[in-house]
């Protein structure tokens, strides 16, 4: 989706450039990015979507994050870090392969866990919405949703040392996490 909006950022630039009549740029900006995306043949494909569109355009920024949210609940949909993904453990990977051929006969111990805020001490309710901010990626406002909510679920598939250390610190800052 970055990429047809890029192209139509592009075009509106390039008519604002070429545009020799005197109305204001601001106005001729207006004018025909809006003609662009209204006449979209992706919008005028199917009105159940273009009705969703404009339902969730008229959305504040709150509500917007509160759909997001429970879109992502509702459709299971994985929070996905922002930097993308690490290219060390792919390169791990057929070492990983070595070991389980040589030793099939170990038992399989467990090394991702996911983190469950269960609890946090109201007095220190500021510093734990700072961590889980931290850790999380997450804005002000929804982290603090986010502690509010407990118990809930904060991250899956997260390695063993990196799980002991979360704990840790936001057991110094009194909340309560549990590790499954």
């Given at each position: 989706m970055a990429l047809p909006c890029r192209f139509a950022a592009r075009s509106c630039a390039r008519q604002l450039r070429s545009a020799t009549s005197p109305r204001s740029?601001?106005?001729?900006l207006r004018a025909?990015?809006?003609s662009r995306r209204y006449n979209s043949t992706e919008a005028a494909a199917n009105p159940k979507i273009a009705d969703i569109v404009d339902q969730i355009s008229k959305l504040t920024?709150?509500?917007t994050a509160d759909l997001v949210s429970s879109l992502k609940s509702t459709l299971?949909?994985?929070?996905?870090?922002?930097?993308g993904f690490a290219a060390a453990p792919a390169a791990a990977a057929p070492a990983a392969v070595e070991e389980a051929e040589e030793a099939p006969a170990a038992p399989a111990e467990k090394t991702l866990f996911t983190l469950k805020l269960?609890?946090?001490?109201?007095?220190a309710k500021a510093k734990v919405?700072?961590?889980?901010?931290?850790?999380?990626?997450?804005?002000?406002?929804?982290?603090?949703?986010?502690?509010?909510?407990?118990?809930?679920?904060m991250k899956e598939n997260v390695?063993?040392?990196e799980a002991e250390k979360i704990i840790a610190t936001l057991k110094e800052l009194g909340a309560v996490v549990g590790m499954e």
């Open positions: 740029s601001a106005q001729m025909s990015c809006t920024l709150l509500e299971n949909i994985p929070d996905m870090p922002i930097g269960q609890s946090f001490d109201a007095a919405i700072k961590e889980i901010k931290g850790l999380l990626g997450l804005s002000l406002v929804d982290s603090k949703k986010f502690v509010e909510s407990a118990p809930k679920m390695p063993k040392e």
